[in-house]
């Protein structure tokens, strides 16, 4: 049971233009959502996060979108740049047990074109 | 430093060898993760350490033991590998077990089980 998803499994951007990586779950007791940047080789990097009470956060030119009814999150980079072609894994986390479990979806590869 | 250093980064092995990965981190995180990673997959966890102590393990089998010997190191013992093993193995730490699920990953060991 896939509880978080990117059905995108890779986007393609040009340099300047805005990207827009999509997420959605199914578990509404989520009370986190991330969002972590691979590059090959390398283990997944932080990149920005929301609480499950907020419905946007934005740290430069990253942003995060919740929509809780639609059960469905976004993040938003403007401008994209070549540097930013990565894998970005989308993750929500809850408590389980006295543990906050993170659970990631599958990955979006992002590969923006100068 | 913000930095969780794994050793090695590319390791092979045979299925009746026994070898160690090893991490390591000196930002005063107090829990530690393994997570499996395969090719197109998302990250899956496999052990927890909180304060030194094991606290979870999501039914691993005994084929990989984890050790904390301290608070800033972190050890998957290996043996009897099977070929279904390899895979990119992760360590990650974070403040306490209790948080957003910020998580800071290391660069990954490659494994491969001939």
């Known amino acids: 049971d896939q509880q978080v998803k990117q059905n995108s499994p890779s986007l393609s951007v040009q340099e300047g233009r805005i990207s827009i990586l999509n997420c959605d779950y199914t578990n509404s007791m989520f009370d986190y959502f991330l969002w972590y940047k691979k590059y090959p080789a390398e283990g997944p990097t932080f990149l920005i996060s929301?609480?499950?009470?907020?419905d946007k956060n934005e740290d430069g030119r990253f942003t995060v979108f919740l929509n809780k009814s639609a059960k469905h999150l976004s993040l938003h980079i403007v401008p994209s740049q070549p540097g930013d072609s990565a894998v970005y894994f989308c993750a929500a986390s809850a408590r389980s047990g006295g543990y906050q479990k993170v659970t990631f979806g599958t990955g979006t590869k992002l590969q923006v074109i100068p | 430093d913000t930095e969780v250093t794994q050793t090695p980064k590319h390791l092979v092995m045979g299925m009746t060898n026994k070898k160690s990965l090893k991490c390591e981190q000196h930002m005063g995180h107090r829990a530690m993760y393994w997570y499996k990673q395969k090719a197109k997959k998302p990250p899956e966890l496999m052990f927890v350490y909180s304060y030194e102590k094991l606290s979870i393990n999501e039914s691993v089998p005994s084929r990989f033991s984890p050790e904390c010997p301290n608070s800033s190191l972190l050890n998957l013992h290996l043996h009897a590998l099977q070929p279904e093993d390899s895979a990119l193995y992760l360590c990650?730490?974070?403040?306490?077990?209790?948080?957003?699920?910020?998580?800071?990953f290391g660069s990954g060991t490659q494994l491969s089980v001939l």
């Open positions: 929301i609480s499950s009470i907020k």
């Open positions: 990650a730490s974070s403040q306490d077990w209790q948080g957003s699920g910020k998580l800071f």
